[in-house]
């Protein structure tokens, strides 16, 4: 569970649901948070509050496509694709993130030794 | 139990007919509902998933309320996108475009046509849906070979009737003529069928490639209408007889500054300039912008076919002073000038002709190049077209087709006429 490190986990939200939704064809919501959790080996567990609103978002902005098609159960749910400018952002932002983390990690890394 | 109350809100807002909240409501509801059952599947008590489910998910108003002002926002942002109608792409399309590239890299998709996934055959399957006013299939003389069109009955809140396109009539149901009164879910709709248009009716979208597989009544009293904030509709009419283009220019022009003075907030574009309504003709909205570069094309191309007639007509000449000495051999031993002139034309016809078919197979490969490497932006140019694939490519082959084949008729009569002249 991600616990208190929320704060730092809202932005990469975004990321992690782009990422998530090139290994595979159109998922909905439950799922894309279920295959983060898998994939982060239970470490990330995204709460539909911060989910939902995410994926809408990114949908508003081109990115993502949803629509409205019958689950593997029989029920209505929206399943979401990546778009070619999901696709485009997603590597754009992934290289962007990385040297970010690496930088901060770099700086932590180098703190942590002089404490 | 505050996992309990939520549920209920949620089921009461379910009632309520707010089509936005309603895919909310549904999309969290699946959350919760499935991941309740798969909770129970690993052994939990109904109570315990429920509650562990609501945990996991958190705080559910907050997020119903921070979906609506994103689906809000999306909304005004696209147009009604998803949701809603076109009959003519008219210029707001320019400025909007503008705006929402300025905004992302994404792709703005500006025809409002409503993709909805039909579902009642073997699988689901995506159409493209357009939702019309009253008046629309009247103006344009829109004829069913099926059933009815639409009535004034129809257009009542939702569209509860569809009527299908000839192409969708015969591609998803087989020309099914017992159709009319059966009901297929449309966007997760039932929508009863009452008619099927004729395939002699082309549509404006169709015209431009883009021809639509449902139309569903579109009910302008909808609240979603009656917000003055979208300018999502395009709108087509027929113009009285002796009435010009420039006379409705006139007469919109004064309506849209009435408009302006009446809502000086919200009829605005997207600059926040005064909105102006456009009017178009169909024709130009068909070709867009493309006809005086076309026009351009065409003249460098017919310069450039002269050049090449008279660069032919130099070579024929050429051989034809080689040709002098034979020519006064044949004479001598005693051929007829008809004889003669025929066995010139003989040759040159050959040349043409053959020249024309070497013409006729690089057009072919030409179109055919054109068509698949075609950068868009000239209407009915590219394969786009839905229901008719293959007409707009054998229109441009034909007009290459044409073209050659009066080019080798010039230069052919261009050839006989100086050989005439020689003899």
Known sequence: MAGSSNNLMYGSVDLLILKTLTFGGPMHGLAIGEEIRKL???????????????????????LLKGEWRISEKGRRARFYVLTTAGQKCLRKDMKEWISHTDAVRYVLELAAGEV | ????????????????????????????????????????EEGMKEEEARAEAHREFGEIESTREQLARIDNRNLRRRTIGDALSTVLPIRCRNTANGKSEALFTARWEPSPSRPSNYIGGERPERLSGIMVTPEVFQILDTATILGRIFLADDFNGMPQVV????STWRRIFGEDRSIIGKTIILSGHPTVIIGVLDPGWVSPRGLMGEEVDVWLP?????????????YILEVIARLKPGASIKTAQAEMNRLAVTLN??????????EGNPRRIPIISLQSAITGDIESPLLLLLGAVSLLLA?????????????????????????????????????????????????????????????????????????????????????????????????????????????????????
């Open chain 2, 261 to 270: 003075e009446e809502m000086p907030d919200t009829f605005v574009d997207w």
């Open chain 2, 218 to 230: 579109l009910d302008v009293t909808l609240p979603e209408f009656q917000s003055t904030g979208y």
């Open chain 2, 307 to 423: 050049i090449a007639c008279a660069n032919v007509a130099n070579l024929v000449l050429a051989r034809g002073t080689e040709q002098v000495h034979e020519i006064g051999l044949r004479f001598a031993l005693g051929a007829s000038r008809r004889r003669l002139m025929g066995q010139l034309l003989t040759e040159n016809a050959l040349l043409s002709v053959s020249g024309g078919m070497i013409g006729i197979v690089i057009a072919v490969f030409g179109v055919w190049i054109f068509n698949t490497m075609n950068p868009g932006g000239i209407p009915m140019a590219d394969g786009r077209s839905k229901s008719s694939p293959s007409s707009t490519r054998s229109r441009m082959g034909i007009s290459r087709f044409s073209e050659l084949t009066c080019a080798d008729g010039n230069s052919f009569l261009e050839m006989s006429c100086l050989i005439r002249f020689q003899l």
């Open chain 2, 163 to 166: 009527i299908l396109g000839h």
């Open chain 2, 1 to 40: 139990m505050d996992g309990r109350s939520g549920w209920k809100r949620l089921f009461r807002l379910e009632e309520s007919h707010r089509h936005l909240n309603r895919n909310i409501d549904e999309e969290i509801m699946f959350h919760l509902e499935s991941r309740i059952e798969s909770l129970m």
């Open chain 1, 40 to 62: 982060s080996r239970d470490r990330l567990q995204i709460e539909g509050n911060a989910l939902y609103p995410s994926l809408h978002r990114l949908e508003g902005k081109g």
